[in-house]
């Protein structure tokens, strides 16, 4: 069984930093993509980053130039560093992450950290 626990979420002004962490255990299989998205008060959850085993990395169009997502596969632990915050951010951010296992998809989901930027 895989486990995610996040952390790292909190209140902070418009204009600040923060750094989620999301920590992965279990039987994880070393080429996974780990991602955040983000469910917004009263939205649907919606897409923020993702990162391949591999490095390469995505982001939404809202976050580009302001957020870097990245991972320590030894820690099998995916971060995700939060500059010029910004009172949209607002939301309940969720660690995702996925793996293929004899040609099975698998999608693990924690539960959430919450952040609040204030204007």
């Known amino acids: 069984q895989v486990q995610l626990v996040e952390s790292g979420g909190g209140l902070v002004q418009a204009g600040g930093s923060l750094r989620l962490s999301c920590a992965a255990s279990?039987?994880?299989?070393?080429?996974?993509?780990m991602a955040w998205y983000r469910q917004p008060p009263g939205k649907q959850r919606d897409f923020v980053a993702r990162v391949l085993a591999g490095g390469t990395t995505n982001y939404a169009t809202s976050v580009n130039g302001r957020f870097t997502i990245f991972r320590n596969n030894v820690k099998k632990t995916v971060y995700l560093q939060m500059n010029g915050l910004e009172p949209e951010d607002t939301g309940l951010y969720y660690c995702?992450?996925?793996?293929?296992?004899?040609?099975?998809?698998?999608?693990?989901w924690g539960q959430g950290t919450q952040v609040t930027v204030s204007s």
């Open positions: 995702q992450l996925r793996m293929i296992v004899a040609g099975t998809e698998y999608e693990y």
């Open positions: 279990g039987n994880i299989v070393s080429s996974n993509t």
